[in-house]
C-alpha cells in the first residue's frame, strides 16, 4: 500500500517532463492532423509540404542566427534591419557589376558589411556597456536610414545576375533553393552549438555568465561572435527574400520576419529542453507558425487569426519556458 502511494507522485513528474519537453512537438502533429482531416488533399501532399518549407525558409535563417545570440541571453533586434539593407545592396551591388568581383564575389562582399555589422554590434555591447536590446534597435535604425537614403527609397528591378536570382528561385530536384539553403545554415549552425567547444561556451554565457568568466571564457569576443552570425544569417536571409520576386527592396524586407523569428525561438526554447535555446527547438518552432499559415490560408481564415493564434501560442510558449526555468532553480 505504501509502495503504490510513493510511486503515484514520482508518475505524476514524469508525465510532466514529458509534457514539458514534447509537447511543442506534440502540438505540430496534432496540427498536421488536424489541418489533414479538415481540408483533405488540400494540405496533405507532397507539394504542399514542400511548400511550406519553401514558406519558412527565410523566417527559419533569420530565426537560426537569432538562436545563436538568443543563448547567451543577446536579443539582436537589427535583424530585420540588416535583411533588408543586405539583401538590397546584394541586388543592387550585382545589377550594377560593383567591385569587378562578379555575383558571388558581390554576395561575398556582401557578407563580410554584415559580419562588420555584427562587430560594431558585438563592440558597443561588449565594450561600451550598452545593452544588446538597446545597441541593436538603435543599428536597425540607422540600418533603415542608410538602406532608404542610398537607395533613394528606389526599387533594383533589372539587370540582376541569375547567379544571385537563383538563390530564390533555382530547385535542387523538386527543393527550393531556399529550401536547401535553410537547411544547410540549420545544420551547420547545430553543429556548431551542439558539437563545438565555442558552442558549450556560449550555452555556459548564457547560463551563468559569471561562472563563465570565472571559468576564462572570452565573454566579450563570444559576444562579437555571435551578432555576427546572426548578421551574417540575416543578410543571407534578405537575399534569398529579394531574389525570389526578382527585385532588390530598401525597405520592408526583414521587419515581417522579426517577430516571428522571436517566436520561434521562444516556441523552440520550450522544446525538448525547456528554458534552453537550440536548434531543434527553433526548427520546430519555425514549422508550427509555418503550419498555422499555411493551414489556415487553405481553410480561408481571415489574415488576422494568424496574428491571433501566434500569438496565443508564444505567450504559452513564454510562459511555459519561464515555468519550467522557475521549477528548476526551486522558485
Not at 509537447?23 to 498536421?32: A, D, N
Not at 558585438?122 to 536590446?133: E, K, M, T
Amino acid at each position: 500500500m505504501s509502495a503504490s502511494v510513493a510511486a503515484a507522485p514520482k508518475a505524476r513528474l514524469d508525465v510532466v517532463g514529458i509534457v514539458s519537453r514534447w509537447g511543442t512537438v506534440g502540438s505540430l502533429v496534432l496540427l498536421v492532423v488536424f489541418f489533414s482531416l479538415k481540408e483533405g488533399d488540400a494540405f496533405a501532399n507532397s507539394r504542399n509540404f514542400i511548400n511550406i518549407l519553401n514558406q519558412v525558409s527565410i523566417l527559419a535563417i533569420l530565426a537560426a542566427g537569432l538562436t545563436v545570440c538568443l543563448t547567451m541571453g543577446l536579443f539582436d533586434l537589427s535583424i530585420g534591419s540588416i535583411a533588408t539593407l543586405g539583401g538590397y545592396l546584394a541586388l543592387r551591388w550585382g545589377a550594377e557589376g560593383a567591385f569587378g568581383l562578379g555575383p558571388y564575389g558581390v554576395l561575398l562582399v556582401v557578407l563580410l558589411a554584415a559580419i562588420a555589422i555584427g562587430v560594431a554590434n558585438g563592440v558597443i555591447v561588449s565594450y561600451l556597456g550598452v545593452s544588446a536590446f538597446i545597441a541593436t534597435l538603435a543599428t536597425a535604425s540607422i540600418l533603415d536610414g542608410i538602406a532608404l537614403g542610398y537607395s533613394d527609397t528606389a526599387t533594383v528591378q533589372v539587370g540582376i545576375p541569375f547567379q544571385i536570382l537563383d538563390l530564390g528561385q533555382a530547385k535542387l530536384g523538386p527543393i527550393p533553393a531556399p529550401v536547401v539553403i535553410m537547411a544547410v545554415v540549420m545544420v551547420v549552425l547545430w553543429f556548431f552549438l551542439e558539437r563545438t567547444q565555442m558552442g558549450r561556451h556560449m550555452y555556459a554565457i548564457g547560463g551563468n555568465p559569471i561562472a563563465a568568466r570565472l571559468a576564462g571564457v572570452r565573454i566579450r569576443y563570444y559576444a562579437i561572435l555571435a551578432l555576427s552570425i546572426s548578421a551574417v544569417c540575416a543578410v543571407l536571409g534578405g537575399t534569398v527574400a529579394d531574389a525570389i520576386i526578382g527585385a532588390g527592396r530598401p525597405y520592408g524586407v526583414g521587419s515581417v520576419y522579426l517577430l516571428d523569428a522571436f517566436a520561434a525561438a521562444f516556441i523552440g526554447a520550450a522544446t525538448l529542453r525547456p528554458g534552453r535555446f537550440h536548434m531543434f527547438g527553433t526548427l520546430v518552432g519555425v514549422l508550427l507558425l509555418g503550419v498555422i499559415n499555411n493551414g489556415l490560408s487553405i481553410m480561408g481564415a481571415e489574415t488576422f487569426w494568424q496574428y491571433i493564434v501566434k500569438g496565443v501560442i508564444l505567450i504559452v510558449a513564454v510562459f511555459h519556458s519561464g515555468a519550467v526555468s522557475m521549477r528548476r532553480q526551486g522558485v
